[in-house]
């Protein structure tokens, strides 16, 4: 009872001296556990040192008798899933361009308004670019002439064909690669590149 006691005023007297006496000796075991779960030094390094601020910050709410070892674990592990959930959005971000979702869903992005000239010049499509569309499936074929020629939102399109936006998705992207591969040489005449030998 005694050692209780004298516990409860060290941590009312001097709570940043109490925090370390009590967290401190926790802290090889906090990065052999960040180790395991990072797998990199630094990361390591850098979890255990952030959950050690954190558990200082908290310092206060901790309940003496309670299970020290356990509240820093939790406090670890919580640091590591807010880490790992903030870096996925920062990757995610980092990938994609502002408008991406717009154009996907919608067929362009709501900042840019359709110009009339490029619109008429796409709708001359020379003979190579007619046989490289017959050389679709008509599935294909239709999914392609909506979207790129005509300018059509995807949500559109797959309620028009009665189909999933994934599924028109899914159709574009493949026939986009079919083409793709259809008109390489003819881009490739045209301007003048050749393949390297």
Not at 57 to 76: D, Q
Request: one cysteine or more; aromatic letters at 8%.
């Amino acid at each position: 009872m005694r050692a209780e006691g004298s516990s409860k005023t060290v941590m009312k007297a001097d709570p940043h001296a109490a925090f370390t006496l009590a967290c401190m000796p926790h802290q090889a075991e906090l990065y052999g556990v960040a180790m395991r779960i990072c797998r990199d030094p630094d990361m390591a390094k850098d979890l255990v040192q952030e959950t050690l601020m954190r558990a200082m910050c908290a310092w206060a709410s901790f309940e003496p008798g309670s299970n020290l070892r356990a509240w820093l674990f939790r406090i670890l592990t919580n640091s590591f899933i807010n880490g790992y959930r903030k870096r996925r959005r920062h990757q995610k971000f980092a990938i994609e361009r502002p408008g991406d979702a717009l154009i996907a869903l919608y067929g362009r992005d709501q900042d840019r308004t359709d110009d009339v000239e490029e619109a008429l010049v796409e709708d001359a499509l020379s003979d190579e670019v007619h046989d490289a569309l017959g050389h679709l499936g008509a599935d294909y074929r239709d999914v392609v002439e909506r979207a790129d020629l005509k300018g059509e939102k995807y949500k559109d399109i797959a309620d028009a064909l009665h189909v999933p936006i994934g599924t028109v998705m899914s159709r574009l992207f493949r026939a986009r690669r079919v083409l793709e591969t259809e008109l390489s040489g003819f881009a490739a005449r045209d301007y003048g590149i050749k393949r390297a030998a």
